[in-house]
């Protein structure tokens, strides 16, 4: 089992590329997961924003991320709330549709 640390840090890596997916994360999606990850969770504003550097610098794609989440229903929920933050893209819908179908096929793990 991951650490809480790592968790979280593959919770916000797995949000922050749904939001990217139109090409660009908004000041609006980083304050909702800032929110989330510093006001309701044991996240300091530096790992944070180190995690922020981590997603620019990785090349991840977005199956992997995902697969590195523990809780994949909550992930998904944050990253929509987030990417939802201004408005809705089709490509980061599609996105989160692409995790949902990965799940429901018990392809989320790999």
């Known amino acids: 089992m991951p650490k809480a640390e ?3 840090n593959n919770e ?3 949000a ?3 939001c990217a997916h139109d090409g ?3 000041d609006a999606e980083l304050k909702v997961l800032q929110e989330h990850y510093c006001d309701h969770s044991r996240m300091s504003l530096d790992e944070f ?3 922020i550097d981590e997603f620019f610098e990785s090349k991840a794609p977005l199956e992997i991320l995902f697969s590195g989440v523990v ?3 909550k992930a998904l ?5 987030a990417a939802s933050a201004d408005g809705l893209d089709q490509a980061e ?3 989160l549709i692409k995790c949902r179908q990965l799940l429901e096929l018990d392809l989320a793990d790999f």
Do not use: P
């Not at 929920?77 to 709330?81: D, G, P, S, T, W």
């Open 16 to 18: 922050l590329a749904i």
């Open 6 to 8: 790592d968790s979280l």
């Open 24 to 26: 660009w994360i908004s």
């Open 77 to 81: 929920k944050i990253a929509e709330l």
């Open 93 to 95: 819908n599609w996105a």
């Open 71 to 73: 809780d994949k229903q």
């Open 12 to 14: 916000l890596q797995f």
């Open 49 to 51: 924003e180190s995690a």
